[in-house]
């Protein structure tokens, strides 16, 4: 079974008026050899037929439906037992990466910080009135 190098994360609920912008920078992330995850927290908008729309377009992201709606803290650890890949990221379904996010997150981890087996990289994106602009810990 392949293993992908990084598996996204993204508990969806009531998105509707991102998920679209959320899903293209995932997908067109740098480093192609990712899995999305997208789980289903049981909204009430259309985000899921969106989502449903760019599965059948790509074969990376997979679909996971809770039950009920269990909010973000289970809809990722939902997410973190699905996964087949080396590392995780997390995404909010409001929120969206830079092109080269994914492979600059495993760079990173590959050039020594994972070597002990704990690490963590977190990627803050700060809004100063209207820009962006991220930063790496």
Known sequence: MH??????ILPIYNAQK????????????????????CVDDCGADKSMEIVKEFANKDSRIKIIKN??????????????????????MFLDSDDFLDLNACELVYENFKEGGGQNGY?????????????????TF
């Open 3 to 8: 293993k992908p190098k990084i598996s996204l």
């Open 18 to 37: 991102f998920i679209k912008r959320t899903l293209e920078s995932a997908i067109n992330q740098s480093l192609k050899d990712i899995e999305i995850l």
């Open 67 to 88: 039950s009920q709606n269990l909010g973000p803290f289970v809809s990722r650890n939902r997410g973190v037992l699905a996964s087949n890949s080396e590392f995780i």
């Open 119 to 135: 690490s963590l990289i977190v990627i803050v994106n700060l809004r100063v009135s209207g820009s962006s602009t991220n930063t």
